[in-house]
Every structure is written in structure tokens, then in C-alpha cells.
């Protein structure tokens, strides 16, 4: 049975939920507070390693071994960057936490950057979310005036700046080396790796970038423990995440789910979506942000949403960001539409994602419109596979796995495109 | 030292080496855009693909990949050819492919390499994408946005070797450009090096362009002559005409850049009026006759003085002192030119050979000339392309001028001797920081214009048939010790790395 466990969400829906007063009420900078005086950094790294909490970002990187990479006794000061730069389509999550209980964010970040040794950090959000913007910086003004940022904190000896950083509304921003040229003033360029910004990463300091989700279980984690949040879901895959829903479900919406539950069960749910809308029949569903690849409806039915069975099925959970099609969606205008987001937003460094997206898009709209040619679904998949792999960032493989797992699974429906462009065709020539 | 394998060849390199520069050693090249030893690492146009190991599905860059122990690299694997070919593919679908009319073909690295490694026909059927033509970056730079590959080495080169950004990217992905800056158009006094850098057709030169297909011109390797730092040039003409001088990368003086006064100085060496054959006070004679009657007027030497140009070489000078001492002038002088040096590259002295003409013992003009020579300056020796002090002239029986262009002291000449540019000439030239380096010619004077060297040689009746024999007596009398060898293996090395590396002639 299929059940909300409300951890990040417990306070969402309380009056002004945003609010210092009503969030210290309920406890909140206990934690931060306590762990500052009793508890050391490497305590809380090791804390929340143990806690097997991956990054809730997208590429679901283990953030205890991410914090564990910062080098020591280099003589530079270590920076935290909070991307809230959420621009995944069908992901709608962070925006919650940050309009709805951002101190939980700020005692994440107090934490976070007390374990990782960082006196400074940015949030990072998208100008876009303008309630989110309005929302965390009167917390981050809140948290200051009670002096719970700034220098010596609660006597502990500990100084922390936290800064609200805007994006221009740029998807690669999202990027996290991307994110950290941006903060610097460049071009949202993606940084070649080596070296990783855990070494080298914002001014040429080592930086820790964690996605807003990931740093507000931060005080849950040190507050109940590692064995609690390992034991949430499934054991290889442990906690709870805030999974988005949208698409052509009777109800769209968030729900914090512990990980491991069924997807065909979410979807069916009254309690959540409450089936596919207007009584249709389900067709594919894209299970972890645009950038994953597409299960089919067979597929789904056998799909439980954890790591493991996301490599089994050959896709990924990333930004969990559900995206539900009936059997109304045309496959070849889905993979067109996701196509323009991707060449819309490549930030055109690399050759491949900035010539390729475009010309990926310049062949589905011809498929789309009726000027398809037998050759084009294997042209498709072809400059995917010239673009996968072949750019500094993921940019590109995250249009390629939706496009080729599209065009793979549901080439019938781009066939059908152009049996009907012939039939018109003839009918034109006949005429 | 890093132990790795390159296609199965082992090598060893220094740590911190990329795979690139290790293939370099091995003089493999391994085909890149944005690269450019002189303006570092940037891994856009991901043609250095490379497979490490026997991961096919993320290649790795080798402008970026630092070589570790062990490494196994294969650069001609058939996941790396496919790639390859995909990026050219990439790169060719928006170009216009107007090689026809572009001043790039020939020494395009796009051209060049989409006939190496590309993929021969391409499958883009769609409309290619549109972007700004034509557009003046300044009075020298024009760019064409289609023909762009972005690499951005351009807007690279200002920040990183300028430290300004007069250029930019513009705009996100297929729509991308290089666009100029707030300010207007570049003013840069070294702008024109990015259109050397410039891997394709998207920035030209406004001096150049339209001017001659590269494949017709002919090219020598030699100096810059404009100034005492010594840039190391390509000095392009066709029959005859020199049409343009680009920088030739040397890391030890110049790197992989000259500046824009410099590369258009090039101008100033298409003589239209020049001294051809001798002439002595205003007829026309044969030279062993001007030679007697300047071995005449120096007589036993005394109250001579010799003013040298420092545009002339080391050989020049060495046999111009040769016969001058034996002739018993002991006033040695050379000349100068200066113009306005810059904070990089550019020197005020603009002569190419001065610290040369330190070297053989000649000195600036004294304050006092005929005191200098024992009372009273009879007769002036001017040698080669030089400016002569008014104050030399004053109270002179005779001049004696061997120049490329005779001017206004033609007709005051006694004796009057033919000469070449350094653009015509063979030999060595020291720069202000003493490397001592060889020029080649890059102009045929034509007839009644012999080496500046041979006409001191005549004078003194010394024995050397070539050039070669002067340079084995300058090394015997302790002048540029093992010249001649080590100009050979400089030159060598120098264009083999500069071209494996930067991608250009």
C-alpha cells in the first residue's frame, strides 16, 4: 500500500510555514545549534554518508562521498553552492521547499557547510521563482537578525555568509559547474572535468554544489541519525523524495514518497493521481525529468521507483519529475517538443549538442509535419549516438536518452507519420 | 616521467603532460580546433576525441586529459573515427561550405580535416542556419558568423593574452556568435592575430582578403625586420609582391603572435624605385669600377667613418668590418630607428639587428663625428637601409652609399652601390634578447642586385664563394660560435612543433 511519509513536507501546509517563528516552534535550528557545539564536522560527513542519501539533483550521487572529496589543509576557503536552479521539465519539488518552509533549507546549509568546513555559501535559484526568491531571502534575513548566520554563532565560534545568488533563467545554469561561472560572473560555459569543483571549483576553491532537496534532509539526518533515513524504502536506494507528477493523470501534484513504491500503483492511486484522465489508457511515462529515458506502459506495470530497478529498466529516477502520457500523446511531437527544450537551452559550447539538438529538432518537425523520410528515425538515432558521451556535460545525453528510447520503443508511430504524408501525398498527386 | 601507450607505442612524458603534447613528442597529430598551445585548453570543439582504455562511450578529450601511469590511448579506434567524423559532420551541416570564395581554403584546418577524417558527403538535408555576414570587427578584421565554428579561440586570445574582451559569444546554442562588444570596433594594436588563430574562414584579414588563394603564393620562413624583438614571420607573395606577413610560432620569442604595425610593415618592402647596378658620381659603372674608385676615396682610411644600418645581418656587417679594418677605418657606426614600443611585444628600436651590430663592435654615432675620427670627416661609408645624421654630412669630400633605395642622398653620392631588403636577403639577425636567428628570402631582387655581403667581400678581395664560408669564418673568428648549424636545427624543430601544435603553416 502506497503511503505519503512527510519529512521535508511535515510543514508545508502550516499557516505562514515560511516563517522563523513558527519554524523554530516546531523545532527547527535545534539541530544546526546543537550539532555547532557538540558534534564535529567530520562526525556529520560520516553521518551522512552512512545515511546513503543521494543527490536529489539528478545524477543521484552519494553527498556524504561527494562532501569527502574536499581536500585537506590546502590553505583555501571551501564554498557550498545550494542549485536551486530547478528547470528540469516535469520537476516542480525544490520550488515547494523553498516557498513553503525554506528555513528548513537555511538549517540544512547551516549544517552542511559547519560538516564541510565552508564559511560562505550561495543559494542559487532561478529568477523565475520569484515567490522562492521573495520567500528565502526574507529567512535568510530572518536567520541573520537571530543571529543564527553570521560571525561566532551561538558562541560556537563558527562563522557562516549565506547569499542568494539569481540566475538569468539559463536550464544549463542548473549545471553545477555552470552554476558556479554564473556565480562568478562568466559565461554559464560547463567546466571540463577533471578537476572536480570538490578540488577546484568556485574562485578556484574547493566547493560542494548540492541540490535543494539533498541539503534540506540534511537536519533530519543529523537530528534522527543515519540508521533511521537507511532504513527509509529500499536499502539500496534509501530515503524519501518529493516526487513531482504531471501529465495526463486526473491529479498532477507532489507527494513525498519513501522510495521503492510502485509506479503503475502511483499512477492508479486515488489517494495521488487517481488514474489516467478521462478514462484513457496509459501510454509512457517518463519517470525522472525530461532527461531520462521513457518507460512504456508495459514497462511502468513493472516498475518500482528505486535505483535498482531504474537500471534494470534502463532509466533513471534523476530529478523525479513524473511525466505521464496517455494514449492520446503523439510520440513524434512529444519527442519533437522535448527536442526544442534541449536545443533551446544547449548553452552551444560543444560542437555536437549545439549543432546536433538543432538538427535533431529540424528532423523531427519535418516527421511532425508530414516531410518524413524512411531514413530519418535511423538518422536520429544516429546523430544521438554522435552526440552521447561526446560533450563536457550532460546536456546532450540528457536529449539523447529521452530521443532515443522515444524513437526505439515507439518507432511504429513515427512510421505512421509518414505512411499518412504518403497517403497525402498520393491523394495530392490524384487530385 | 608518465609512463603511457599511444596506439600501442610507448613513451614516457613529463607529469602534468596532456595527451595532445605526448602524441606531439611522437609526432602524431591529433586533429583539434579550440586548442592552441598559446592560448591553453578549452575542450568545445571536441575533435581531439581520443578512446583511454577501452571506454567507448565517453571519449575523452586530448587537449584536456592529463596522461597518468599506464594509460592505454588509442587514436584511431573505430569508436574515435566514428566520432571524429560525427563532429566534422556537425561542424560542416550549418557551414556554407564556400570554400570557393573564401580566403581561408588551402590553409583551412577545416577543410583540411573534413578531407582527412570527415565523413565526405553529409546527411543534412534541412536548412542550414543563418547568422550575421560581413560584419567589420575593426579596419583589419572582418568576420563571417556562418563560417564560425566557435571555438572561441579569438575571444580567448583577448582575455587570456590581452586581457580585454572586445568580442564575445552572443546568444545560446545553434544561435551562438561571436559578436562585438559594447564598445565598438576592436582597437587592439595586435587584433589581427586572431585571424591567424581563426581555425577557419570567420575571420579574415581586410588586407589581405580577396587578394591571392594561398596555393598560388609562395612563402619563406624568416624575421619580422620591424623591430628589435625579432618575430619570427611567414612572409607571403606572389611573383614577386609580398602580400602579407603572419606570425610563426617560436614559444622563445614571439609565441604564436606579432603585432598588427609589424604585419602590415610588410608594405614598405615592394620597392617601386630602387638602385639597381653602381654608379659613380652619377654614371652608371660596373662594380669592380665603383669598388676601385671606393677602395680610392678611403685611401689609408683615416678621417673615414662607417655608418651601418642595423637591418642588415650579421654576415653583412661581419664582411663590412672585414674590409673596413683592412682598410684602416677604425670608425665603426651603426645607425637607428625607433618608433613606439608597446607593453608586449613591440620595441621602440625599429631595426632588426642591432644588438648584431653590438656584437661586431660597431658603436652609435659619437657626439662629436670628426673628433671621433682625428679632426675632420672626410669620407662616409653609408651601409645599407639607414637614416644619416644631417651632422655627418655637413663638411663631408665624399659619400659612399650602399642602399635599397638611394633617396634624396643619391645625388650627393660619390659612389653609389646597390642593396636588398631583409626580405631579400639570407643570413642571421640578433634580437634585443639576443637570439640569434636566420632569415630567409622571401623576394628575388632581380638583376644588378647582389648580396649586400658580397660587395664588402669584393671590396676587402676576401675568398669566400658563399655565404656558407663567410658564416664557417665567422664562426673561426669567435662571432656566433656554431651558427650555422644550430640555425638549421632551430628552424627544424620550430616549424615541425608549431605545426603539429597550432595547426597552421
Known amino acids: 500500500m502506497i503511503r505519503e511519509t512527510k519529512i521535508l513536507s511535515a510543514r508545508f501546509d502550516k499557516p505562514e510555514s515560511w516563517k522563523l517563528d513558527g519554524f523554530r516552534r516546531d523545532g527547527g535550528y535545534e539541530t544546526y545549534l546543537s550539532a555547532l557545539k557538540t558534534r564535529k564536522p567530520g562526525e556529520l560527513v560520516a553521518e551522512v554518508k552512512a545515511s546513503g542519501l543521494k543527490g536529489r539533483g539528478?545524477?543521484?550521487?552519494?553527498?556524504?562521498?561527494?562532501?569527502?572529496?574536499?581536500?585537506?589543509?590546502?590553505?583555501?576557503?571551501?564554498?557550498?553552492?545550494?542549485?536551486?536552479?530547478?528547470?528540469?521539465?516535469?520537476?516542480?519539488?525544490?520550488?515547494?521547499?523553498?516557498?513553503?518552509?525554506?528555513?528548513?533549507?537555511?538549517?540544512?546549509?547551516?549544517?552542511?557547510?559547519?560538516?564541510?568546513?565552508?564559511?560562505?555559501?550561495?543559494?542559487?535559484?532561478?529568477?523565475?521563482?520569484?515567490?522562492?526568491?521573495?520567500?528565502?531571502?526574507?529567512?535568510?534575513?530572518?536567520?541573520?537578525?537571530?543571529?543564527?548566520?553570521?560571525?561566532?554563532?551561538?558562541?560556537?565560534?563558527?562563522?557562516?555568509?549565506?547569499?542568494?545568488?539569481?540566475?538569468?533563467?539559463?536550464?544549463?545554469?542548473?549545471?553545477?559547474?555552470?552554476?558556479?561561472?554564473?556565480?562568478?560572473?562568466?559565461?554559464?560555459?560547463?567546466?571540463?572535468?577533471?578537476?572536480?569543483?570538490?578540488?577546484?571549483?568556485?574562485?578556484?576553491?574547493?566547493?560542494?554544489?548540492?541540490?535543494?532537496?539533498?541539503?534540506?534532509?540534511?537536519?533530519?539526518?543529523?537530528?534522527?541519525?543515519?540508521?533511521?533515513?537507511?532504513?527509509?524504502?529500499?536499502?539500496?536506494?534509501?530515503?524519501?523524495?518529493?516526487?513531482?507528477?504531471?501529465?495526463?493523470?486526473?491529479?498532477?501534484?507532489?507527494?513525498?514518497?519513501?522510495?521503492?513504491?510502485?509506479?503503475?500503483?502511483?499512477?492508479?492511486?486515488?489517494q495521488f493521481c487517481g488514474g489516467i484522465r478521462d478514462g484513457r489508457r496509459l501510454k509512457a511515462v517518463i519517470p525522472g525529468g525530461s532527461s531520462s529515458r521513457v518507460l512504456t506502459a508495459d514497462e511502468v506495470r513493472q516498475t518500482t521507483m528505486d535505483v535498482p530497478c531504474m537500471k534494470r529498466v534502463n532509466s533513471s529516477l534523476g530529478s523525479a519529475g513524473i511525466i505521464v502520457l496517455d494514449e492520446t500523446a503523439d510520440m513524434a511531437d512529444?519527442?519533437?517538443?522535448?527536442?526544442?527544450?534541449?536545443?533551446?537551452?544547449?548553452?552551444?559550447?560543444?560542437?555536437?549538442?549545439?549543432?546536433?539538438?538543432?538538427?535533431?529538432?529540424?528532423?523531427?518537425?519535418?516527421?511532425?509535419?508530414?516531410?518524413?523520410?524512411?531514413?530519418?528515425?535511423?538518422?536520429?538515432?544516429?546523430?544521438?549516438?554522435?552526440?552521447?558521451?561526446?560533450?563536457?556535460?550532460?546536456?546532450?545525453?540528457?536529449?539523447?536518452?529521452?530521443?532515443?528510447?522515444?524513437?526505439?520503443?515507439?518507432?511504429?508511430?513515427?512510421?505512421a507519420h509518414l505512411a499518412r504524408a504518403h497517403r497525402a501525398a498520393v491523394a495530392g498527386v490524384g487530385a | 616521467m608518465i609512463n603511457l601507450s599511444i596506439n600501442g607505442r610507448k613513451l614516457a612524458v613529463k607529469p602534468g603532460s596532456t595527451i595532445l603534447e605526448a602524441a606531439a613528442t611522437l609526432g602524431l597529430e591529433i586533429p583539434h580546433y579550440c586548442y592552441h598551445p598559446d592560448i591553453g585548453i578549452d575542450g568545445n570543439c571536441r575533435m581531439c576525441v581520443v578512446q583511454v582504455g577501452q571506454n567507448t562511450r565517453k571519449l575523452a578529450i586530448a587537449c584536456q586529459l592529463p596522461c597518468t601511469e599506464g594509460m592505454d590511448v588509442q587514436t584511431e579506434s573505430p569508436a574515435v573515427v566514428k566520432a571524429r567524423k560525427g563532429i566534422l559532420e556537425f561542424l560542416l551541416i550549418n557551414h556554407p561550405l564556400d570554400c570557393t570564395i573564401c580566403d581561408q581554403a588551402g590553409e583551412c584546418p577545416l577543410q583540411d580535416y573534413a578531407y582527412r577524417f570527415g565523413p565526405g558527403d553529409s546527411r543534412f538535408v534541412e536548412k542550414k542556419g543563418k547568422k550575421a555576414k560581413h560584419v567589420a570587427f575593426s579596419d583589419t578584421v572582418m568576420f563571417d558568423g556562418e563560417r564560425c565554428i566557435l571555438c572561441t579561440r579569438c575571444t580567448r586570445f583577448f582575455e587570456q593574452v590581452r586581457g580585454s574582451r572586445p568580442i564575445g559569444v552572443e546568444n545560446m546554442g545553434g544561435k551562438s556568435t561571436i559578436t562585438l562588444g559594447p564598445n565598438g570596433p576592436i582597437t587592439d594594436p595586435y587584433q589581427m592575430n586572431i585571424i591567424d588563430i581563426c581555425p577557419v574562414g570567420a575571420l579574415t584579414s581586410r588586407d589581405f582578403r580577396f587578394r591571392q588563394r594561398v596555393w598560388f603564393m609562395d612563402f619563406a620562413q624568416t624575421v619580422c625586420p620591424g623591430c628589435a624583438r625579432g618575430c619570427n614571420i611567414t612572409a607571403g607573395s606572389y611573383q614577386g609582391k609580398l602580400l602579407r606577413f603572419s606570425p610563426r610560432r617560436n614559444p622563445d620569442?614571439?609565441?604564436?603572435?606579432?603585432?598588427?604595425?609589424?604585419?602590415?610593415?610588410?608594405?614598405?618592402?615592394?620597392?617601386?624605385?630602387?638602385?639597381?647596378?653602381?654608379?659613380?658620381?652619377?654614371?652608371?659603372?660596373?662594380?669592380?669600377?665603383?669598388?676601385?674608385?671606393?677602395?680610392?676615396?678611403?685611401?689609408?682610411?683615416?678621417?673615414?667613418?662607417?655608418?651601418?644600418?642595423?637591418?642588415?645581418?650579421?654576415?653583412?656587417?661581419?664582411?663590412?668590418?672585414?674590409?673596413?679594418?683592412?682598410?684602416?677605418?677604425?670608425?665603426?657606426?651603426?645607425?637607428?630607428?625607433?618608433?613606439?614600443?608597446?607593453?608586449?611585444?613591440?620595441?621602440?628600436?625599429?631595426?632588426?639587428?642591432?644588438?648584431?651590430?653590438?656584437?661586431?663592435?660597431?658603436?652609435?654615432?659619437?657626439?662629436?663625428?670628426?673628433?671621433?675620427?682625428?679632426?675632420?670627416?672626410?669620407?662616409?661609408?653609408?651601409?645599407?637601409?639607414?637614416?644619416?645624421?644631417?651632422?655627418?654630412?655637413?663638411?663631408?669630400?665624399?659619400?659612399?652609399?650602399?642602399?635599397?633605395?638611394?633617396?634624396?642622398?643619391?645625388?650627393?653620392?660619390?659612389?653609389?652601390?646597390?642593396?636588398?631588403?631583409?626580405?631579400?636577403?639570407?643570413?642571421?639577425?640578433?634580437?634585443?634578447?639576443?637570439?640569434?636567428?636566420?632569415?630567409?628570402?622571401?623576394?628575388?631582387?632581380?638583376?644588378?642586385?647582389?648580396?649586400?655581403?658580397t660587395l664588402w667581400r669584393d671590396l676587402a678581395r676576401a675568398g669566400w664563394p658563399t655565404l656558407l664560408h663567410l658564416q664557417a669564418e665567422m664562426a673561426r673568428a669567435g662571432c656566433a660560435p656554431g651558427l650555422a648549424r644550430k640555425a638549421t636545427v632551430e628552424e627544424h624543430a620550430l616549424s615541425q612543433r608549431a605545426s603539429v601544435l597550432t595547426g597552421q603553416p
Open chain 1, 334 to 415: 512529444v519527442a519533437l517538443n522535448l527536442m526544442k527544450f534541449y536545443a533551446h537551452e544547449s548553452c552551444g559550447q560543444c560542437t555536437p549538442c549545439r549543432e546536433g539538438t538543432p538538427w535533431v529538432v529540424k528532423v523531427l518537425d519535418r516527421i511532425v509535419h508530414g516531410r518524413g523520410r524512411l531514413e530519418d528515425m535511423d538518422l536520429l538515432l544516429d546523430i544521438a549516438d554522435n552526440m552521447e558521451g561526446r560533450t563536457v556535460c550532460a546536456l546532450a545525453d540528457g536529449a539523447c536518452w529521452p530521443l532515443v528510447s522515444i524513437v526505439q520503443k515507439f518507432r511504429p508511430e513515427f512510421e
Open chain 1, 58 to 270: 539528478g545524477a543521484g550521487f552519494s553527498t556524504g562521498t561527494k562532501w569527502s572529496f574536499i581536500p585537506e589543509g590546502i590553505g583555501k576557503p571551501v564554498y557550498l553552492c545550494v542549485n536551486g536552479d530547478e528547470s528540469e521539465p516535469g520537476t516542480f519539488k525544490d520550488r515547494q521547499i523553498l516557498e513553503r518552509d525554506p528555513h528548513q533549507l537555511l538549517e540544512g546549509v547551516g549544517l552542511t557547510c559547519y560538516a564541510i568546513g565552508a564559511h560562505t555559501a550561495w543559494v542559487y535559484l532561478r529568477c523565475e521563482f520569484a515567490e522562492g526568491l521573495r520567500k528565502v531571502q526574507a529567512a535568510i534575513d530572518e536567520a541573520y537578525a537571530a543571529k543564527l548566520f553570521g560571525k561566532n554563532i551561538a558562541g560556537s565560534g563558527f562563522d557562516l555568509d549565506v547569499h542568494l545568488h539569481l540566475g538569468a533563467g539559463a536550464y544549463i545554469c542548473g549545471e553545477e559547474t555552470s552554476l558556479l561561472n554564473s556565480i562568478e560572473g562568466l559565461r554559464p560555459y560547463p567546466r571540463n572535468k577533471p578537476p572536480f569543483p570538490a578540488v577546484e571549483g568556485l574562485f578556484g576553491c574547493p566547493t560542494i554544489i548540492n541540490n535543494v532537496e539533498t541539503i534540506a534532509n540534511i537536519p533530519h539526518i543529523v537530528k534522527r541519525g543515519a540508521a533511521w533515513y537507511a532504513g527509509l524504502g529500499h536499502k539500496e536506494d534509501p530515503g524519501a523524495r518529493l516526487w513531482c507528477v504531471s501529465g495526463h493523470v486526473k491529479t498532477c501534484g507532489v507527494w513525498e514518497i519513501e522510495t521503492g513504491f510502485s509506479l503503475q500503483e502511483l499512477i492508479d492511486s486515488p
Open chain 2, 253 to 453: 620569442v614571439n609565441k604564436s603572435w606579432m603585432c598588427d604595425d609589424g604585419r602590415l610593415s610588410y608594405r614598405q618592402y615592394n620597392l617601386t624605385a630602387r638602385t639597381r647596378g653602381a654608379t659613380v658620381l652619377g654614371e652608371p659603372a660596373t662594380q669592380p669600377a665603383a669598388l676601385d674608385k671606393v677602395r680610392e676615396l678611403v685611401g689609408d682610411g683615416s678621417g673615414v667613418a662607417v655608418l651601418a644600418s642595423t637591418r642588415s645581418t650579421c654576415e653583412d656587417l661581419f664582411a663590412l668590418k672585414t674590409w673596413a679594418s683592412g682598410a684602416g677605418i677604425k670608425a665603426l657606426w651603426h645607425g637607428a630607428a625607433s618608433w613606439a614600443g608597446d607593453d608586449m611585444l613591440k620595441l621602440p628600436d625599429a631595426t632588426p639587428n642591432t644588438a648584431g651590430a653590438r656584437e661586431l663592435g660597431f658603436t652609435p654615432v659619437p657626439d662629436k663625428p670628426g673628433a671621433a675620427v682625428g679632426g675632420k670627416l672626410r669620407v662616409l661609408v653609408v651601409a645599407g637601409d639607414v637614416a644619416v645624421p644631417a651632422a655627418l654630412l655637413a663638411d663631408l669630400d665624399a659619400l659612399v652609399l650602399q642602399a635599397p633605395v638611394a633617396g634624396a642622398l643619391g645625388a650627393a653620392a660619390a659612389v653609389l652601390l646597390p642593396g636588398r631588403t631583409p626580405l631579400e636577403k639570407k643570413g642571421t639577425l640578433v634580437n634585443a634578447t639576443g637570439q640569434r636567428q636566420p632569415i630567409k628570402p622571401a623576394l628575388d631582387p632581380g638583376a644588378g642586385v647582389p648580396e649586400d655581403w
